[in-house]
């Protein structure tokens, strides 16, 4: 497998017989609500049927931005940058995190009329990004002669570390009083009398008093198996990590040709701006309408195949599976979903960082993997109780957005868990929205 460097969480050794939460996926969505929640007072229990953060929640840029946001998730993400900001000092854990800003730069006028369009929608929200004239976009990528005609930048914006932030919460929810299980998947959901009171996993049963289901591309899968239609599609995405380079931003900065993100330790975590792809497969036959005025929308920004998710993945046909024996969440090769980076992305991409950087010549790849981002139609994820299944809440469908998002994401569904006043209006992050009929919405902005 091509794993990103992940630090590792040691698993708690006893499976507890009954808890108040359980918490099904060990990513940034999973493990931020077990932290409010045990913070909160609740017995919590993480299942993973992985690792933890070993899917998208560590192969992601580690933006953590409210520029270029759809306008529903801007106070969301506006809480977020709080409780990041916060978590050190709270926790006494290095989660990566620094506000350096991000920098997008183009030549493109439509680019610039978008995120013009942007900033005055998003000065309601108190938000500081500002437009760059050619020259301060020229200065704001030193090392760079991309002939800019501007940009946008977010000064306060940032990132933390995709690869020790989400184990570091993880321990600190254990500090809290949770439990963290990994290699211990969920077969299904344990219903009596039409509620959600638990869990089945491989190891046993687990009685709560409520489930949150945060399990990703993974996610509309577990709820087919329990008749809850989720419209959810795959987009497989690829990302490399450099070895230590010169440095030509402290932040993260999007080119037309190319993503950065500064690390600490001097590498860099880069994304070509290749398409992304989207592999036919039956959830995404079956949901196609949905996605199809948003698909017509970024038309430039993937492209179409066929592949074997096809047939064995999140996205694949899954019936009525038995709870009494292995599922597919317990097979080797799904056990953390590492799907092959796309071909020819590495090399030319470290050529393209050659010539946007001059002084970023020679650098060399460290690793590079793929990873599924788990999307819906309007690219808002789903933040909230499941009405046909009292007991039951759900939060995924970050859409390729959701680790700076984590921590806020984590306190909101807490909080609809403990039905106590939300973070920010729940409003927008129903499931209804896109299984009532009425017209989806597109996503305002990426």
Same mark, same amino acid.
């Given at each position: 497998?091509?794993?990103?460097?992940?630090?590792?969480?040691? #698993?708690?050794?006893?499976?507890?017989?009954?808890?108040?939460?359980?918490?099904?996926?060990?990513?940034?969505?999973?493990?931020?609500? !077990?932290?409010?929640?045990?913070?909160?007072?609740?017995?919590?229990?993480?299942?993973?049927?992985?690792?933890?953060?070993?899917?998208?929640?560590?192969?992601?840029?580690?933006?953590?931005?409210?520029?270029?946001?759809?306008?529903?998730? /801007?106070? &969301?993400?506006?809480?977020? &940058?709080? *409780?990041?900001?916060?978590?050190?000092?709270?926790?006494?854990?290095?989660?990566?995190?620094?506000?350096?800003?991000?920098?997008?730069?183009?030549?493109?006028?439509?680019?610039?009329?978008?995120?013009?369009?942007?900033?005055?929608?998003?000065?309601?929200?108190?938000? $500081?990004?500002?437009? &760059?004239?050619?020259?301060?976009?020229?200065?704001?990528?030193?090392?760079?002669?991309?002939?800019?005609?501007?940009?946008?930048?977010?000064?306060?914006?940032?990132?933390? #570390?995709?690869?020790?932030?989400?184990?570091?919460?993880?321990?600190?929810?254990?500090?809290?009083?949770?439990? *963290? $299980?990994?290699?211990?998947?969920?077969?299904?959901? #344990?219903?009596?009398? %039409?509620?959600?009171?638990?869990?089945?996993?491989?190891?046993?049963?687990?009685?709560?008093?409520?489930?949150?289901?945060? %399990?990703?591309?993974?996610?509309?899968?577990? @709820?087919?198996? $329990?008749?809850?239609? *989720?419209?959810?599609?795959? /987009?497989?995405?690829?990302?490399?990590?450099?070895?230590?380079?010169?440095?030509?931003?402290? %932040?993260?900065?999007?080119?037309?040709?190319?993503? /950065?993100?500064?690390?600490?330790?001097?590498?860099?975590?880069?994304?070509?701006?290749?398409?992304?792809?989207?592999?036919?497969?039956?959830?995404?036959?079956?949901?196609?309408?949905?996605?199809?005025?948003? &698909?017509?929308?970024?038309?430039?920004?993937?492209?179409?195949?066929?592949?074997?998710?096809?047939?064995?993945?999140?996205?694949?046909?899954?019936?009525?599976?038995?709870?009494?024996?292995?599922?597919?969440?317990?097979?080797?090769?799904?056990?953390?979903?590492? +799907?092959? =980076?796309?071909?020819?992305?590495?090399? =030319?991409? *470290?050529?393209?960082?050659?010539?946007?950087?001059? !002084?970023?010549?020679?650098?060399?790849?460290?690793?590079?993997?793929?990873?599924?981002?788990?999307?819906?139609?309007?690219?808002?994820?789903?933040?909230?109780? /499941?009405?046909?299944?009292?007991?039951?809440?759900?939060?995924?469908?970050?859409?390729?957005?959701?680790?700076?998002?984590?921590?806020?994401?984590?306190?909101?569904?807490?909080?609809?868990?403990?039905?106590?006043?939300?973070?920010?209006?729940?409003?927008?992050?129903? @499931?209804?929205?896109?299984? #009532?009929?009425? +017209?989806?919405?597109? =996503?305002?902005?990426?």
């Amino acid at each position: 497998m091509a794993l990103p460097p992940i630090m590792r969480v040691q #698993d708690d050794a006893a499976l507890p017989d009954a808890v108040d939460v359980a918490v099904i996926g060990g990513g940034i969505a999973g493990v931020a609500a !077990a932290y409010y929640l045990a913070k909160a007072g609740q017995s919590v229990a993480v299942l993973e049927k992985g690792a933890i953060a070993g899917e998208q929640s560590s192969r992601n840029w580690g933006w953590c931005r409210v520029q270029n946001r759809d306008e529903r998730e /801007i106070p &969301l993400m506006q809480r977020s &940058l709080e *409780l990041w900001e916060g978590l050190r000092a709270e926790t006494g854990g290095d989660y990566g995190f620094r506000r350096d800003g991000l920098v997008y730069v183009t030549r493109s006028q439509a680019d610039m009329d978008r995120w013009q369009g942007w900033v005055d929608m998003a000065r309601q929200y108190q938000v $500081h990004s500002r437009m &760059l004239t050619a020259q301060e976009a020229r200065a704001a990528t030193p090392g760079n002669d991309g002939a800019w005609i501007g940009g946008v930048a977010s000064p306060t914006d940032g990132m933390a #570390d995709p690869f020790i932030a989400v184990p570091t919460l993880a321990e600190a929810a254990r500090r809290a009083g949770a439990t *963290l $299980h990994q290699r211990c998947a969920v077969r299904g959901l #344990d219903v009596t009398a %039409g509620r959600v009171t638990g869990v089945i996993t491989e190891k046993g049963r687990i009685r709560a008093g409520a489930v949150l289901l945060a %399990g990703g591309a993974w996610s509309s899968m577990m @709820l087919r198996r $329990h008749g809850v239609d *989720l419209p959810q599609a795959s /987009i497989r995405s690829t990302v490399f990590l450099t070895q230590t380079a010169p440095s030509v931003t402290a %932040g993260g900065m999007n080119t037309p040709e190319i993503t /950065i993100s500064r690390r600490e330790n001097g590498g860099y975590i880069v994304a070509a701006n290749n398409r992304g792809r989207i592999e036919l497969t039956p959830a995404g036959i079956r949901h196609a309408r949905k996605f199809w005025p948003t &698909l017509v929308s970024r038309w430039n920004s993937v492209s179409f195949g066929i592949g074997g998710s096809f047939f064995r993945g999140p996205d694949a046909r899954m019936g009525q599976w038995s709870f009494d024996r292995p599922t597919l969440f317990e097979a080797e090769d799904m056990r953390i979903l590492d +799907p092959e =980076p796309s071909r020819g992305v590495e090399e =030319p991409a *470290l050529a393209q960082l050659a010539r946007s950087w001059p !002084a970023l010549a020679g650098t060399r790849a460290q690793a590079t993997w793929g990873g599924w981002i788990d999307s819906t139609p309007d690219a808002v994820p789903v933040i909230a109780p /499941i009405d046909a299944l009292p007991g039951l809440f759900l939060s995924t469908g970050f859409s390729g957005h959701g680790f700076g998002i984590g921590p806020g994401a984590g306190r909101l569904a807490a909080d609809l868990i403990l039905g106590i006043p939300p973070i920010v209006a729940a409003e927008e992050f129903r @499931l209804d929205r896109l299984i #009532d009929g009425s +017209p989806i919405r597109q =996503p305002g902005m990426i």
